[in-house]
């Protein structure tokens, strides 16, 4: 069935230090790409997405390129704060969302 | 600011009974889901309806598990009996509808933990 890979499973980074998340998917029909943040005890939120007419996408610190070819995508986070620090999950839709394992950023101070 | 309500936020059961969860979407939202969160783990679609009705329960394992949205609103997930492999985050989801880029937005969960 359809599959979503997520690395690293964690990722540790200096506060100040960029971030990147990378996620692999399978479903070639994926056209719809969003990425979610979950806080600790708290519950998932849409930070950005990306369709896939589109190859690269930014609101502010966050950045998300895609690359359909090779079946890839990436969140990029610049200048991370201690806020930052989540668990970030990515998906891919044909239909149905497909989610990855998630990744927890960890910001060093 | 409008949210996704779920309870209740932690349930504790012995193997063999029966629980239930309960979800109410967003008001206005169409479509909604229940998806199940082992620790670890990404959500994984259990079923979702668009209104009173079911689109998709392939994930749903039906032989204990039964969900219901009578009218098109607020929506029970019940397992019967409870399996200790079923210990795990039950999230529930809304959005405005079933389209491919409607945002969904999530409850806070039950946390089950089954003895």
């Known amino acids: 069935g359809e599959n979503v890979e997520q690395h690293p499973s964690t990722l540790s980074v200096q506060e100040g230090d960029s971030a990147v998340i990378k996620c692999t998917y399978s479903d070639s029909a994926s056209n719809y790409f969003p990425w979610y943040k979950q806080e600790l005890g708290k519950r998932p939120q849409l930070i950005i997405d990306?369709?896939?007419n589109v190859g690269e996408k930014k609101d502010q610190r966050i950045a998300v390129t895609l690359n359909k070819t090779a079946k890839h995508f990436s969140l990029h986070i610049t200048e991370t704060q201690p806020e930052d620090s989540a668990v970030y999950f990515c998906?891919?839709?044909?239909?149905?969302?497909?989610w990855g394992a998630g990744t927890k950023l960890i910001i060093k101070p | 600011e409008a949210e996704v309500a779920q309870s209740p936020r932690y349930k504790i059961t012995e193997k063999s009974q029966a629980v239930a969860f309960w979800c109410d979407p967003i008001s206005g939202h169409a479509t909604l889901y229940w998806y199940r969160q082992i620790l670890g783990q990404g959500p994984e679609l259990l079923v979702q309806?668009?209104?009173?009705?079911?689109?998709?329960d392939s994930q749903l394992p039906k032989d204990r598990f039964s969900a219901e949205r009578l009218k098109g609103v607020d929506s029970t997930l019940k397992i019967q009996p409870a399996e200790l492999g079923d210990s795990a985050m039950y999230l529930c989801?809304?959005?405005?509808?079933?389209?491919?880029?409607?945002?969904?937005?999530f409850g806070p969960g039950t946390r089950l933990t089954v003895l």
């Open positions: 998906a891919a839709s044909s239909g149905q969302l497909i």
């Open positions: 989801a809304s959005s405005l509808g079933s389209g491919l880029y409607n945002e969904q937005f």
């Open positions: 990306i369709r896939s």
């Open positions: 309806f668009q209104d009173e009705s079911v689109v998709d």
